[in-house]
């Protein structure tokens, strides 16, 4: 398969897949290198991207997307309070507590979970891929924000799985991007110290900081750390509230009460804000915004400045703690990379180049960057590419403890990955069990985490533990793994038993030996290995049955919009063969037809056409193509009388010429 990289935008998606030696961005259906990150749901069909996006504004309560926030996320998480605002589909919470949208599907109201809303998104993203690459899309690297928890990732990697893709590895949005950095810019980069980069993305939702040491060939994030709501929607809806209060004042409209409106000032809004990047001042007008009122007003760069003050005073923070966690200080870095569609707004720019006290770098496509990491790290990861290693440690951004029921241990708990390790990471403990026994992973410090994430992550139970004869309790080795998706998992565990041993006494060094002397042996205890303990596992992911029932029913809906299309497709150009045969039989057909096949046909197409605009308005695709056959057999029939005069006519000069 292509190496795939994909990077889940909140509002718009990028893929990039390892291919003719490189790294190459992927287009969409309408040739775009960005796929707006939303789903719509319609009367027959889901539209998915761009199509989804062209039905926004007539379909609002039909169109989810802030996918990756609510991903993972539960309906009580304090969270979703935040994040509702931002939706015009109705959020519910769903069987298992998650968020879900409830939209009208195909004439029904139906529930999608934030899970197969995102899966069926990712579906799409391989589609397009696909199609562009005509290629086999099962490895993907997918990126998520570094604030993801364990059941947001479990969450991503089981989208992927059931849009019938293999997640290779899930990484850091930032961390991909200085893996890219690391990778594409390895002979500008020192042998030995490292160069200090700060990354900093600042995207639709996003604020995210990380510093990474950057040397050739390797990278270590060294600390990161971010604003979960901070981002260019904030800015889109300050300018929507703006204008939403000077309208009600000044034309008597509240489009508080309109989302449909509201959404029209909101998409008007967000041009409004790339414009006033440019400019110091723009228009904002709407035609018939709502009830048939035109509204016209304007803003300046200062008084969209003192709009986002609440959010502009905020910058500094996630640079501090990023630098603070580093155990850096601004002077240390060495380069500041800047990327994410929102650091394009002057204000932010100028903030930030402040902040480091120096000029900020552009080296890096601020939007493709991640996507093109994810693609590398992909590549990375194929057992058939050969690609430059590159090695790359991230900073793990919350502490978590390993626990188990106390026996003789002492404790009964061990912080096994604290915050400001690195992962991928392994780490092997020692317990003195009695039996089968249970081990369970949580977060240690809640005060680390974004407000309100469960301090579960996962469960295990060992089973085979059986001490030696006349023991109570055997010595059983358990290997820890913050694996390189970042997921705390226990990866393998064993009991050992001490055992006399027979050692080779090597001679001391200078001492004489004899050519004929004997080897000298002695006792020694050693721990050796006993049996494996099979561990069943419980995490947050899909059981492997749900998994199962989701790709399934991702799959039938996928064919249903295939049909769909097809459909329209045939119906398309059985009106097309209508206008065009009609056409002809006027012009270059019109010698080569009787006039009693020509009033058959004329009839026919007649025929065919109302029949197009009455009951075969919506039909079926075999019924297209049916009646599509039944004109192409008398058509056909006076094309080939023509096509044959055709070919005699270029045969008569071909023998002209070579007379
Ligand atoms: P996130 O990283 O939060 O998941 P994303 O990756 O989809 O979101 P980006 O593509 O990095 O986000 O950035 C999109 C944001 O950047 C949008 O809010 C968009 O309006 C904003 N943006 C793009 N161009 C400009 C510009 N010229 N001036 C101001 N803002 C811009
Ligand atoms: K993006
Ligand atoms: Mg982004």
Not at 148 to 162: G, L, M, N, P, W
Not at 188 to 193: F, I, S
Not at 254 to 274: G, Q, S
Not at 424 to 433: A, G, H
Request: charged fraction near 30%.
């Amino acid at each position: 398969s292509i190496p795939f990289g994909v990077d889940l935008g909140n509002n718009n998606t990028v893929i990039a897949c390892a291919r003719n030696r490189g790294i190459d961005i992927i287009v969409n259906e309408v040739s775009n290198r960005s796929t707006p990150s939303l789903v719509g749901f319609g009367l027959k069909n889901r539209s998915i991207g761009e199509a989804g996006k062209n039905q926004q504004t007539s379909n609002l309560k039909n169109t989810v997307d802030n996918l990756k926030r609510i991903l993972g996320l539960s309906y009580n998480d304090p969270d979703f309070e935040t994040e509702k605002k931002h939706f015009t589909a109705a959020l519910v919470e769903g069987k298992e507590g998650e968020v879900s949208a409830k939209v009208r599907y195909l004439g029904e109201q139906q529930e999608f979970t934030a899970l197969q809303l995102t899966a069926l998104y990712l579906n799409k993203i391989k589609q397009i891929t696909q199609k562009e690459t005509k290629g086999n899309i099962v490895d993907i690297c997918l990126s998520v924000p570094v604030w993801y928890t364990e059941v947001q990732r479990r969450a991503a990697s089981d989208a992927c799985k059931i849009a019938g893709l293999n997640p290779v590895r899930i990484v850091n949005e930032v961390t991909a991007a200085a893996v890219g950095y690391g990778v594409f810019k390895q002979n500008d980069l020192p042998e030995d110290a490292p160069k200090k980069v700060a990354f900093v993305d600042i995207g639709h939702s996003s604020y995210q900081v990380s510093i990474a040491a950057v040397k050739k060939g390797e990278l270590k994030v060294l600390g990161s750390a971010y604003d979960k709501h901070f981002g260019g929607r904030d800015f889109d809806l300050a300018i929507a509230q703006h204008f939403a209060k000077e309208f009600l004042s000044k034309y008597k409209i509240d489009i508080n009460t309109n989302p449909k409106a509201f959404y029209r000032v909101l998409t008007a809004a967000e041009k409004l804000k790339k414009v006033l990047s440019a400019n110091t001042q723009a228009p904002f007008n709407i035609e018939s915004l709502m009830n048939d009122v035109d509204v016209s007003s304007s803003l300046t760069r200062e008084e969209l400045e003192e709009m986002v003050q609440p959010l502009l005073a905020r910058v500094h923070v996630p640079i501090e703690q990023a630098l603070k966690t580093a155990g850096l200080t601004a002077a240390d870095i060495d380069s500041i990379e800047v990327i994410g569609g929102c650091t394009r707004v002057p204000s932010l720019k100028a903030k930030l180049g402040e902040l480091f006290s120096k000029p900020l770098s552009f080296t890096l496509n601020q939007d493709e960057a991640i996507a093109r990491g994810n693609a590398f790290i992909c590549a990375m990861h194929s057992p058939t590419l050969r690609v430059r290693p590159f090695k790359f440690e991230d900073y793990n951004q919350f502490s978590v403890s390993y626990f188990w029921d106390k026996q003789n241990e002492d404790e009964d708990h061990l912080e096994v990955f604290p915050r400001g390790g690195y992962y991928p990471s392994t780490k092997v403990i020692t317990l003195f069990r009695q039996g089968d026994f249970e081990i369970e992973a949580k977060y240690s410090k809640p005060s680390e985490l974004p407000k309100g994430t469960p301090l579960a992550i996962a469960k295990w139970e060992l089973k085979g533990v059986v001490p030696e004869k006349g023991e109570d309790t055997i010595a059983t080795k358990i290997k820890l793994r913050n694996d390189p998706s970042g997921f705390y998992t226990v990866e393998s565990a064993y009991t050992v038993v001490e055992k006399t041993v027979k050692e080779l006494v090597e001679p001391k060094e200078g001492e004489e030996v004899a050519e004929d002397a004997e080897p000298e042996y002695r006792e020694v205890k050693k721990l050796v290995k006993k049996n494996d303990l099979e561990i069943l596992t419980f995490s947050s992911s899909l059981a492997d049955d749900v998994r199962n029932i989701l790709i399934e029913k991702e799959n039938t809906m996928t064919m249903e919009d295939k049909l769909v299309a097809e459909t329209e497709d045939r119906k398309n150009a059985l009106e097309e063969y209508i206008y065009d045969l009609r056409g002809k039989l006027e012009a270059q057909y019109a010698d080569f037809a009787s006039e009693e096949e020509k009033t058959k046909l004329t009839g026919m197409l007649q025929k065919t056409e109302d029949w197009l605009y009455d009951d075969g308005y919506e039909s079926t695709k075999a019924k297209y193509i049916a009646r599509y056959e039944e004109l192409a057999a008398l058509g056909n029939l006076i094309r080939g009388r023509y096509l044959a005069k055709e070919e005699e006519k270029k045969q008569a000069i071909r023998e002209k010429q070579e007379a």
